[in-house]
């Protein structure tokens, strides 16, 4: 009988002392084996890194401590080095991965009908910070599937029009991320490029389970994506859609990328960042010729 493929969860940590030790050890509650963890801390101020070396002691995991604040995207792609696992589960310390989460995730990669999958993502349950229930990503019927299930196979043209499904709930194939070269160290944020970039050449597949609690707080930054006079992300979001304006190849896909950079664009505006609303409004112009000719 073949053993199972190994998994790496990357446990990405800045300040998350007050969850750290119940997102930890969701990764050790898994149904699954193998399973491979490394601990990035970003050089929390908080007391994350004690809290860290202390459950590190009585735990077989692997402990990176920054020096310096380095960002996501530099700290997952050090600790990715280190990454043994057929596939990678990027994990912030705040959210909680279900039991089941890796077991349901490789064995969709197993019985998948696509022959190019990159990427499994699941549904997600979003919890405030004491843990209780805000809502679904996807709604739920009694059976607890999703009402409307996503689109999968290849859904790049999809993703550059909106996005509609969550970093969290990833299953990654390790060669995908080395493939790309990791995460972009020159953004802020690294899910929408990775989506982009993946979604261009690799197929992805959906498991119609819960498998992750996402805690939503008021300093996260998912949650500052429209508050751009907190945390600077138009710069990157704009970078990210330029990237993306060169991979496309149809007219089609310019139709997409141009519903995404009109949103940004009023954005930039909303929040009057009117260097980044005239990047945008530049390359909406450029999409609109792409259309035209």
């Not at 696992?85 to 310390?93: H, N, P, S």
Request: proline share 2%; glycine share 4%; charged share 25%.
């Amino acid at each position: 009988m073949p053993r199972n493929p190994l998994v790496t969860i990357i446990c990405l940590c800045y300040n998350h002392a007050e969850f750290l030790i119940e997102s930890l050890n969701s990764t050790k509650n898994q149904t699954y084996s193998p399973i491979q963890v490394i601990i990035c801390d970003d050089f929390s101020q908080d007391n994350s890194v004690d809290l860290i070396k202390d459950w590190v002691k009585n735990h077989d995991a692997q402990f990176i401590e920054n020096k310096t604040n380095l960002g996501n995207t530099k700290t997952f792609n050090n600790a990715l080095r280190y990454a043994k696992g057929e596939y990678i589960v990027d994990l912030a310390t705040d959210d909680i991965l279900l039991p089941n989460s890796v077991e349901s995730q490789v064995s969709k990669f197993q019985t998948s009908k696509y022959k190019n999958l990159g990427v499994v993502f699941s549904n997600i349950e979003r919890v405030d910070a004491k843990g209780d229930h805000i809502s679904f990503f996807y709604d739920l019927n009694e059976d607890g599937t999703a009402k409307e299930k996503p689109e999968t196979g290849d859904i790049y043209c999809r993703l550059l029009h909106s996005f509609y499904l969550s970093a969290t709930s990833m299953l990654i194939k390790t060669d995908v991320l080395k493939a790309l070269g990791g995460y972009d160290e020159n953004l802020a944020y690294e899910d929408v490029d990775f989506w982009f970039r993946s979604s261009r050449i690799y197929e992805y597949d959906y498991v119609d389970k819960v498998l992750v609690k996402k805690r939503i707080l008021s300093n996260s930054l998912s949650s500052n994506f429209k508050r751009r006079d907190r945390i600077n992300l138009g710069k990157s979001t704009y970078l990210i859609c330029k990237k993306a304006f060169y991979l496309n190849t149809s007219k089609e896909e310019h139709k997409s990328l141009q519903n995404r950079v009109i949103y940004e664009l009023r954005l930039a505006l909303k929040n009057r960042d009117a260097e980044t609303a005239f990047r945008f409004f530049y390359l909406m112009s450029r999409l609109q010729l792409n259309i035209l000719f």
